[in-house]
């Protein structure tokens, strides 16, 4: 295992790292100042992440990624006990389950209520919703006129699956889930997935075309590197509570990498679930930008 020490340097994280050697597992250290290890020790670390300070966001999610595991002793002062926490637990989240603002509120009303509440919440998983797949805000591909015809634009290859689940899909697997599941009746909450079906824009491309008899020309708006880019100039230039302005960029990016495909989905959908994809289209409210 690849085990990160957060607070290598303080009197405890010597011996988690020596430990941890000693049984033949890579050790990663995190910490301000890597001349206060002993030089035999940093030497067999597999890689030391320096940080300005505890919050330092570029040096946290180098130090957790990749981990297999995050063993944090960092000194008992306040600050280092709660923000310093809580940013190296955000870093874990962001790298493991994809580095969005949206998820933020998310995140902090579930430890909320784990902290606060004997009443255990129910989560669901959808995905995209389906109604939203073909928008142009935040969809899988979106279509625009062009001189010579229809033109279906996306990120990428246009293979990327994304899960989509449609509204009423997820209305009935919800119902059934809090009227029948035995552990959600007994109130041990828990996380679900569910989708209606998988699709790529080459999957809507081929449904679009056996439906209309017409082809589509399609056209890619760029790969990950370029989405990346795109990305972080959007975040660095936009306020933070118009995040929806820049989602589409970050949902291509997490599906072209995998960080938004579910494990082991419950299958809610009818067949036919991306032909049905033309007929139930939303736009999502400009407001959100």
């Given at each position: 295992?690849?085990?990160?020490v957060?607070g ?19 050790v ?7 001349n206060?290890l ?8 597999e890689?030391f ?20 595991a995050?063993?944090c ?34 995140i902090s ?8 509440s004997p ?7 959808t995905?995209?919703?389906g ?8 969809g899988?591909a ?11 634009k996306?990120?990428?290859?246009g293979?990327?699956k994304?899960?989509?689940?449609y509204?009423?899909?997820t209305?009935?697997?919800s119902?059934?889930?809090v ?20 699709a790529?824009a080459?999957?809507i ?14 056209q890619?708006l760029g ?18 509570r ?8 970050y ?13 082991n989905?419950?299958?809610a ?8 994809l ?6 999502i409210?400009?407001?959100y930008?």
């Open positions: 295992m690849l085990i990160l957060a290598v340097t303080g009197y405890l994280g010597k011996h988690l790292a020596q430990v941890g050697l000693e049984k033949g597992h890579q990663r250290g995190f910490g301000r100042s890597p206060k002993p030089a035999e020790l940093l030497g067999k670390l890689s992440v320096q940080c300005e300070w505890y919050d330092d966001r570029a040096a946290l999610y180098r130090a957790v990624t990749g981990a297999d995050v063993i002793c960092y000194t008992s002062h306040a600050d280092a006990v709660l923000e310093a926490q809580i940013s190296l637990l955000r870093a874990v989240d962001r790298i493991r389950y994809g580095d969005f603002e949206h998820y933020d509120a998310h009303f579930r430890r909320h209520a784990e902290l606060t009443v255990r919440p129910v989560y669901v998983f995905g995209l919703a109604e939203f797949c073909l928008s142009d805000l935040l899988i979106h279509f625009e006129d062009g001189a010579d015809g229809k033109v279906l996306y990120w990428g290859d293979n990327a994304w899960d989509f689940t509204f009423e899909d209305a009935r697997f119902i059934d889930l009227t029948t599941n035995k552990s959600v009746l007994a109130g041990e909450g828990g996380l679900f997935n569910v989708r209606s079906a998988e790529s080459m999957d491309r081929k449904a679009y075309e056996k439906r209309s008899g017409e082809k589509l020309k399609l890619s790969g990950v590197q370029e989405l990346k880019t795109v990305l972080k100039n959007a975040r660095a230039s936009t306020d933070p118009l995040y929806f302005a820049f989602a589409n960029y949902s291509q990016l997490a599906n072209t990498l995998g960080t938004w495909k579910m494990d989905p419950k299958e959908g009818a067949p036919g679930a991306i032909e049905r033309f007929d139930n289209k939303i736009e409210p400009k407001v930008t």
